[in-house]
C-alpha cells in the first residue's frame, strides 16, 4: 500500500508577525511623542505670543500717559495718585487717554495708576543741570497694567518713572 505524506508544519509559528507588531508599536509611540512636542512648541508659542502683547499693550498705556501732561498733575503731596477707573485706593480718576488705549481700559483689561513720589518744592536732581532756584521736581511712577487672566492671556505689569520741572513763582 501506498504512503500519504502529510504536510510538514511550519516551524516559525507567527514569528513574524510578533516582530510586526513590535514595529507597529514603536512606530506608535515615536508617533504619539512627536504629536505631544509638537502640541508644546504650539502652546509655547501662543504664551510667548500673548506675552508680548500684553508687554506692548502695557507700553502703549504707559506712554500715553507720559505723553498726556493732564496725566502727571502737579498736585497734592508724595503719594497723591490719579487713576484709571476701576483702580483701587486712588485720590482722583480720568486720566485723559487717546482712543486706542481708552478701548482697553474701558473693557477692563488695562488699567493705570500715577502716583506722586516727591513732595512739593523738592529741587530738582543735579544731573538735570537747571537752575535750583527757579524750578522744583515732581516724580512721578507711572504703572500700567494689562490683565487678561480670566481669558488665558495673562498678566503684566509695566513700571516707569518720570520727572517733572516745575516753575517756582
Do not use: W
Amino acid at each position: 500500500m501506498g504512503q500519504i505524506h502529510l504536510p510538514k508544519r511550519n516551524s516559525q509559528r507567527g514569528a513574524a508577525l510578533i516582530t510586526a507588531l513590535v514595529f507597529l508599536g514603536v512606530i506608535t509611540l515615536l508617533s504619539v511623542t512627536s504629536m505631544r512636542e509638537s502640541t508644546i512648541g504650539v502652546r509655547m508659542a501662543q504664551n510667548e505670543e500673548a506675552r508680548l502683547s500684553g508687554i506692548q499693550a502695557a507700553q502703549a498705556l504707559t506712554e500715553a500717559v507720559v505723553a498726556t501732561p493732564a496725566a502727571t498733575p502737579v498736585i497734592g503731596g508724595a503719594g497723591f495718585s490719579i487713576c484709571t477707573p476701576g483702580e483701587p485706593g486712588c485720590n482722583a480718576y480720568g486720566i485723559p487717554l487717546p482712543a486706542q488705549v481708552a478701548n482697553e481700559v474701558a473693557m477692563g483689561h488695562l488699567s493705570a495708576r500715577v502716583q506722586r513720589m516727591t513732595p512739593p518744592e523738592k529741587p530738582p536732581p543735579r544731573v538735570l543741570e537747571s537752575s535750583i532756584d527757579k524750578f522744583s521736581a515732581a516724580s512721578f511712577q507711572v504703572a500700567a497694567t494689562f490683565d487678561r487672566t480670566n481669558e488665558g492671556l495673562g498678566s503684566v505689569q509695566l513700571v516707569e518713572g518720570m520727572i517733572v520741572l516745575v516753575p517756582n513763582f
